[in-house]
């Protein structure tokens, strides 16, 4: 562990930066929230913290571009992929714990396998992650409620832990140490006590997060219930107020669905294009001749929670959900999973 | 590093009508594609778009490869409309194929229904390698009518391959061309010569003829570990990364399509 002053970090940055696009958090004066935003020159830009909770959007986009062409047809070799020169690095500083595991997620669906998806690999590969500690949380943040802590335990290169007068940092990668060993000018070795206030943020916000959430069971109450087949009654209210928008799976870090359309580009040749999709829309996962499995939106709402909290822990091992909140804030409807967590632990006690 | 989503070149050579609706295109990819029986491929009308089918061709031939369509929307429309010559792409295989190893040894029940023939046809062919290898091979097709029933130009000749195989058709209504069977597939299912105890019974169709199917099977004594149905979903990426074909918890595209039926029994509608 190291610390590096807010000053050097700048400068750290600075010169990471002539790496690749600097991505950092910048709060909006208006809303008082944090959106990533690319920083072109130095200074960073104004309103640029490494402090307070997750940002708006999630790290999806940096993987898995909204809308990206996959394939041009027919080319010679055209099954070949190249990665070389394809994606710029990005450098994204201040992703929360939350990001992180989403992106984790993410990468065992699109990266693993018999089949892996060399666009959202090779973006991955070009990532480089300094996260940092939650300072405080959202009135939406639930990641308590998943088991999961306010701060990154892995998946960064470096991370970093706002302190009196600078930061902890910690490398969680090959690639992090060599950042450190190549700017050892930046940085310090820490002084007694630092870890300690480091420790005690953290234990801060876990505390805030358990303050927040203490209405709501956690979220492994969904796992078993789910199993068990609940009656309809349940999802067909939460449809009720469903706009149908699909921003929840929008906005979600660890909605992966998509889907692939051909363009005409030329006389004759043609492009791929792989775009976000959402298991909300109708279109989804309409069939030739039957229509759709999933024809209600009871079903589709439906769906939405139990491919998270059901089928993908039977398929990957674990919850989709990070409890960063995102979908909550994003519903206009209001819909709040922990609100389907309780309502879900009453029905399956009867 | 491959890139799955490109489709390989491919040129169709032929096409044969099979009936009203259905052509078979005899296709030649660019470089071989080898599957297994019941795995599917992602074919691509250039421009128009791609969907899965599941070859009808026999899998130890891997340089061509034969699919069976049925005209039904947007790609397969199309797809009815080419010509010898065109040029289209191919993905995959993907999938898990038919379970042909837990097929040795027992007595095999195929049932089959309109376009379903289709990839039994691959399954015949693999089970016809080597006929000895399995007790029994009973086929049942199904059509609603006389010039429905795919391939019916190979049936005699697969009946009398080796003694160990039968094969019996059925249309739904009565026609003037025909003197066999009246019927739904589900009624020449009543009196099976089958050991049901050591019998595995493969059935691809319309979900609705699946659903149908399975009530008989269940009904005359087969378990549901012991019936494997060919799932239709949805599909778009074909890999398990898309999100779209599940049933329960499993990706047709990457557990399927050919799903036992015990897996997915418990799965509400899951014939649609
Ligand atoms: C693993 C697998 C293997 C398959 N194998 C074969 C095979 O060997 N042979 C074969 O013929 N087929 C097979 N199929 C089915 C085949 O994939 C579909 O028939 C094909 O995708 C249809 O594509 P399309 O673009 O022609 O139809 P689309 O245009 O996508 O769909 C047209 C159909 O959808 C319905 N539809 C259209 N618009 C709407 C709407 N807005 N709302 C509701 N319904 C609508 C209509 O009823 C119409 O019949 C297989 C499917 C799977 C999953
Ligand atoms: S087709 Fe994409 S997950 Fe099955």
Redesign the interface.
Known sequence: MRFIDSTNFERLLKKLSSEGELFVPVRDEDSGKLHLQRAESFPLPEGTTFDGYRTVESLKAFGQLVRST??E???PD????E?EGQFPTFVVVGAKACDLYALKMVDK??IE??????FY??RRDHMIIISADCSECAESCFCNLLGKRPFPEEGFDLNISRISGGFLVEAGSLRGEEVISANEEFFTEPRPGQAKARDDVRAKVIEELENNNRDFPEATVMTEPLRE?LTDDLWSGEAARCVECGACTNICPTC?????????EGN?S?R?I?SW?S?QVTG??????????RAHLSDRVKHRFY?KY??????HGEIYCTGCGRCIDACSAGIDMRDVFRKVKAQAAK | MKNPYYPIDTVVEDIITETPTIKTFCLKPKKPIAFRAGQFMQLTVPGVGEAPFTPSSDPNISEKMEISILKTGKVTDALHELKPGAKVGLRGPFGKGYPLDKLVGKEVLVVGGGVGLAPMRALLYALFNDPSKYKKIVIKFGAREPEELSFRRQYDEWGSLAPNISLQTTIDVPHPKWDGHVGLVTSILDDLDINIPDSYALSCGPEIMLKFVTLKLLEVGYKPPQIYLSMNRKMSCGMGKCGRCNVGHYYLCVDGPDMCYDKIKHVPNVFG
């Open positions: 996959v394939a047809y027919p080319m055209g099954e070949a992929f990665s669906v699109l396998g018999e089949f892996t998806d060399p690999q090779s087949l992966y669905c998509f889907l692939l359309f051909d363009q005409r004759e043609y791929r792989s999709d298991c989804y996962a309409r069939m030739a001749g039957m229509g759709t499995p491919h059901d089928y993908l822990v039977l398929s």
